[in-house]
Nanobody, 120 residues
Framework: QVQLVESGGGLVQPGGSLRLSCAAS????????MGWYRQHSGKERDLVSN???????NYADSVKGRFTISRDNAKNAVYLQMDSLKPEDTAVYYC??????????????WGQGTQVTVSS
């Protein structure tokens, strides 16, 4: 069993910053890509950013230059530093990880989601 636990969401004013964290635990042999999706109310879940085990990063155009993804392989953790936040960044943010578990099965695991609200 693999679990992903997120933290760091909340309410912030436009132009402010937040840092999201996500840690994976359980029966983990290895983790390939980790990243973040977000879901605006009533919309589909969209990719925000991801990072491979070799730290190659990818960003949605809407967050380039404002968000920074990083990971700590020793802690099985991924982070999303969000700066210059805009009201349109308001969404539920989900972390995910591509994990090979203790049985040798590779699958995508998701966190429970954390709300980010950008409002004055």
């Amino acid at each position: 069993q693999v679990q992903l636990v997120e933290s760091g969401g909340g309410l912030v004013q436009p132009g402010g910053s937040l840092r999201l964290s996500c840690a994976a635990s359980g029966s983990i042999l290895s983790i390939n890509t980790m990243g973040w999706y977000r879901q605006h109310s009533g919309k589909e879940r969209d990719l925000v950013s991801n990072i491979t085990s070799s730290r190659t990063t990818n960003y949605a155009d809407s967050v380039k230059g404002r968000f920074t993804i990083s990971r700590d392989n020793a802690k099985n953790a991924v982070y999303l530093q969000m700066d210059s936040l805009k009201p349109e960044d308001t969404a539920v943010y989900y972390c995910y990880a591509v994990v090979k578990n203790g049985l040798g099965y590779t699958g995508i695991y998701w966190g429970q989601g954390t709300q980010v609200t950008v409002s004055s």
